[in-house]
Nanobody, 127 residues
Framework: QVQLVESGGGLAQAGGSLRLSCAASGRTFSKYAMGWFRQAPGKEREFVAAISWAGGSTRYADSVKGRFTISRDNAKNTVYLQMTSLKPEDTAVYYC????????????????????WGQGTQVTVSS
C-alpha cells in the first residue's frame, strides 16, 4: 500500500521560505515521477511542480518558477519542495502525488497522471 506523508508546512511571512517534505512508502520510489499540487480555499487543485524518477527533469507552474525548487532523494524515498520569496497567494494546502506509471514524465502538470496522493500540509503566508 502506497503512503505519502507531507510535512514542513506552517506559517511564513511574505518574502520568507519554507521547505516541504514528502516521505513515500509502499512502492519503488525511484521508478516514479513525483509532483506537488496545491489547493487554496474555494479554488481547484493546481499543479505546482514535478520531478522525473531520477531527478533529471523538472517542471514548474509559471506562478512559482524561479521561487520554488523541487528535488528528491531516492535513497530516502523523499521528495522536497523548497519555497522561497513566498507570497500571500501561495497560501494553500500542498499535496504531493505519485505518478501512476514507472519511468514516465508525460504531462506531469495533469492530476490524472497521479494515482496516489498525500493528505496535504497547510502553508499560510501572511502579508
Amino acid at each position: 500500500q502506497v503512503q505519502l506523508v507531507e510535512s514542513g508546512g506552517g506559517l511564513a511571512q511574505a518574502g520568507g521560505s519554507l521547505r516541504l517534505s514528502c516521505a513515500a512508502s509502499g512502492r519503488t520510489f525511484s521508478k516514479y515521477a513525483m509532483g506537488w499540487f496545491r489547493q487554496a480555499p474555494g479554488k481547484e487543485r493546481e499543479f505546482v511542480a514535478a520531478i522525473s524518477w531520477a531527478g533529471g527533469s523538472t517542471r514548474y507552474a509559471d506562478s512559482v518558477k524561479g521561487r520554488f525548487t523541487i528535488s528528491r532523494d531516492n535513497a530516502k524515498n523523499t521528495v522536497y519542495l523548497q519555497m522561497t520569496s513566498l507570497k500571500p497567494e501561495d497560501t494553500a494546502v500542498y499535496y504531493c502525488a505519485n505518478h501512476r506509471v514507472i519511468y514516465v514524465f508525460d504531462n506531469p502538470h495533469h492530476p490524472d497522471e497521479y494515482d496516489y496522493w498525500g493528505q496535504g500540509t497547510q502553508v499560510t503566508v501572511s502579508s
